[in-house]
């Protein structure tokens, strides 16, 4: 599983730790994305069903400088769950940075082990409940094989999430790689290779289609290590989404969630009516695969997935016991943004998406808080006057239209 380029993708990691992170700046901010959110983890892989209070293993495959350990072990610390995240990864440099990371929040959940996920089989590790794998698979020489060390140390019931790249948000990145592989040939050292790089960014042709790209910046705004990786990484393939879909069928996965879903839904960016009916014809895979082609800004695809033969049942929202959960941004803060017309605008990479909402919306939305169930909140609107079917047709509009946007969830109970 390695050769000469496994090789120079391991002394890259160690020259440019990816990304690249100052441990000086956990005082300011926690970086939050997917996969590996806690409340998306809950949700998406264990389908808001299984307990809080249980022990929850997690592995970050991959870990690089710290990003999603740091984030998960974080959650985990603050709603005082009972877990561990342990952080592999090839990259001494980037342990380095992610375990200062670790100490200038405090962290004591972090297991750190320098090794490869390749190694996994066999290794002792785990089994782990949740394992995640950010940016990883499409750098080894065959990706199958590393998704097949990931499940050897998944436990049963557990999940993963992913993300790969995808081609068409990442247009122009490799005729600029095939550039420099003619200026900066791989015998150079890395600091000679990144120097020619960045001559070649600032003289860009303002006809190549990397300048024209607005759907990535890492090469921009990620330091030398975003530069490096973007332009001059050694093994870098893309997946559409047919080609990551049967990459998961064969391992025995299935998608649980395109993170968000309403990005590979074409009726959300398709208005004609003979289209429409058209696409919905089409097997979830191919519906997901026309939305990506038709878009074209999806520079990476980030799914959850579970093994084919465990899949879990949507979660019910309409249970009186069910607590509704926001992602992130506070349901009342959503409320204020909703426009006189009832919709709420998203952007997606330059795409503008209007999400419905019924006129109910509103009200429902300010008395989300992660504490208050379904049933209560029915209750107080119907102390104001709202007739109990009002309140449900307009509580699963509110509900589905927020989690095709991946912005409201189900809690796990305790």
């Known amino acids: ?19 690249q992170r100052d441990p000086r700046d956990e005082a300011k901010r926690l970086i939050i994305g997917s996969p590996g959110l806690l409340t ?10 299984r307990p809080r209070s249980r022990p929850f293993r997690a592995l970050m495959a991959g870990g690089g400088t710290g990003d999603g350990t740091i984030m998960l072990a974080q959650h985990l610390f603050r709603a005082g769950r009972p877990g561990s995240v342990t952080w592999l990864d090839r990259s001494a440099a980037a342990r380095r940075i992610a375990e200062a990371r670790a100490a200038a929040r405090g962290l004591t959940n972090i297991v750190w082990e320098n090794r490869s996920l390749l190694d996994l089989p066999g290794s002792g590790l785990g089994p782990f409940d949740y394992i995640d ?4 698979l499409h750098h080894l020489p065959d990706p199958a094989a590393g998704l097949r060390a990931l499940l050897s140390v998944l436990a049963p019931g557990g999940g993963l999430g992913l993300m790969v790249y995808a081609p068409h948000g990442r247009t122009g990145v490799y005729m600029v790689q095939d550039a420099l592989r003619l200026l900066a040939p791989a015998t150079e050292p890395p600091a000679a290779r990144l120097e020619t790089a960045r001559r070649v960014m ?15 910046d890492d090469h921009l705004n990620g330091g030398d290590a975003g530069l490096y990786d973007v332009v001059l990484n050694p093994r870098d393939r893309s997946f559409t989404v047919p080609e990551l879909a049967a990459m998961l069928a064969s391992a025995g996965l299935a998608v649980t969630c395109w993170v968000e879903p309403l990005r590979y839904d074409p009726s959300a960016w398709v208005t004609d009516p003979k289209l429409r009916a058209k696409a919905a014809a089409l097997d979830p895979v191919a519906r997901a695969a026309l939305a990506e082609a038709l878009c074209g800004n999806i ?4 799914v959850y997935c579970r093994r084919a033969d465990e899949l879990l049942p949507r979660p019910d929202p309409m249970r009186a016991d069910a607590v509704p959960l926001p992602r992130e941004m506070p349901m009342d803060v959503l409320a204020q943004n909703i426009a006189p017309d009832g919709t709420f605008a998203m952007w997606f990479d330059g795409l503008r998406a209007q999400i419905p909402l019924p006129p109910l919306a509103p009200a429902i939305l300010r008395l989300i808080d992660g504490k208050r169930s379904v049933g209560e909140i029915a209750a107080t609107l119907a102390a104001r006057g709202t007739q109990q079917a009002t309140f449900e047709r307009a509580w699963r509009t509110t509900y589905d239209a927020l989690e095709r946007v991946n912005r409201l969830f189900l809690a796990s109970p305790a």
Not at 1 to 18: H, I, N, S, W
Not at 40 to 49: C, T
Not at 202 to 216: D, M, V
Request: net charge negative; glycine share 8%; with cysteine.
């Open 1 to 19: 599983m390695t050769d000469d380029t496994d090789g120079r993708l391991a002394a890259q990691y160690e020259a440019y730790p990816y990304p």
């Open 133 to 136: 794998c950010c940016g990883v």
């Open 202 to 216: 600032r003289h860009l042709p303002e006809t190549a289609w990397l300048r024209k790209n607005g759907f990535l």
């Open 299 to 302: 520079s990476a695809h980030i």
């Open 40 to 49: 998306e983890i809950d949700y998406w892989v264990f389908g808001a069903a």
